[in-house]
């Protein structure tokens, strides 16, 4: 028992955390675009950190529930609808078997997410459920979701009384600027003072032109020096700010390659890029440098953030669970 999607909507895909430890062979990371709103949303429905949930964009798809269950929609606003009646984001929602889940077109932000308590029985392909797209593996069959795909749970015995008071502030992803930190490197040094100057100091407009792949963006030209904007291939992270010889900004994202050989000029942290992933055109983005250590120490405080809040729902579902045991 499951979901049926009535309708598959935008490059509507299974993901997770990611696939981890395969970029030596050539396969990509993968793995959800935002995982600020993947993290919540699993919390929110009792799921563990790395389940698998349902990521779509621009137009959300039309689920059909054959079973009943709990789910949490996190990410962008998408008008998400249950037999035509608007329910909440950020918060965890019974469904019955027999419901429709509409999701509309994206008002704000770019990626939406559902997660469903305890999660998609999909296969699990080196180490993830994440839908690779070039490489047709992960996911359900290695592909985007179409109209009329099943997926079955894998298991629904969570009820809301455990998650009643499951819900959080939804974001607000409206603004016109956004500010992402940046550590320098690791080929700054292919580029002038003037040019260093410009990427910090200007601002640059989101393009059309982003996926899951890479987000291009275009402003100033960020000029190079007489080292030239090629390198001999290596390893690219997820927020690595690629600058080809065009002197316009790209930021690889969850699907980029494993390799790249033009020069980077940054890294936005990693705390910055779930606020990267949901920004679209014509939003302009602003670049601020902090040091590794810098970095590191803004890393930990998300971490104990939301390890707190972790805490918080777990001691509500256990008093809930001991207090209708002392009823009894």
């Keep these: 028992m499951g979901i049926v999607f009535n309708k ?7 993901q997770d955390y990611g696939r981890m430890g395969y970029q030596n062979l050539g396969f990509h990371v993968c793995g959800v675009m935002d995982r600020h709103a993947y993290w919540v949303a699993n919390l929110l429905v009792d799921n563990t950190d790395r389940e698998a949930v349902i990521e779509f964009t621009i137009c959300g798809p039309t689920l059909y529930f ?8 996190t990410g962008g606003d998408f008008d998400p609808k249950i037999n ?33 308590a305890g999660g998609l029985d ?16 992960g996911g359900y069959k290695g592909r985007p979701i179409k109209d009329g795909d099943e997926i079955e749970f894998v298991s629904s015995v969570k009820t809301l009384p455990l998650m009643k008071e499951r819900k959080l502030e939804t974001p607000d992803y409206g603004e ?36 899951r792949m890479g987000y291009r963006l275009e ?9 030239g904007a090629d390198i001999i291939s290596d390893g690219i992270a997820k927020g690595a700010i690629q600058v080809p010889s065009s002197g316009q900004p790209i930021i690889m994202m969850s699907d980029r390659q494993t390799l790249g050989g033009y020069t980077k000029i940054a890294n936005v942290i990693s705390v910055d890029i779930p606020k990267l ?10 670049f ?41």
């Design 176 to 211: 016109e600027t956004v500010e992402l930190r940046v550590t320098m490197g690791p080929q700054d040094d292919h580029f002038t003072k003037e040019g260093l100057n410009t990427f910090l100091l200007s601002e640059y407009t989101v393009t059309s032109q982003c996926d």
């Design 219 to 227: 402003g100033p030209v960020i000029e190079h020096n007489e080292l």
């Design 277 to 286: 992933a949901q920004c679209k055109y014509p939003q302009k983005i602003r």
């Design 288 to 328: 601020t440098k902090v040091s590794i250590e810098e970095a590191q120490r803004i890393y930990i405080m998300e971490r104990e953030r939301m390890t707190l809040l972790n805490e918080r729902f777990i001691k509500k579902s256990l008093r809930h669970r001991l207090f209708n045991h002392w009823k009894k």
């Design 66 to 73: 054959t079973s009943d269950t709990v789910i949490c929609i």
């Design 8 to 14: 598959g909507g935008i490059f509507t895909t299974v």
């Design 122 to 137: 999909v296969p699990v392909v080196m180490g993830s459920r994440s839908t690779d797209i070039k490489c047709k593996l």
């Design 84 to 116: 035509g009646e608007k329910i909440p984001m950020y918060t965890a929602v019974a469904v019955h078997k027999g419901d429709e889940l509409e999701m509309g077109f994206c008002k704000t932000g770019t990626w939406g997410y559902i997660a469903f």
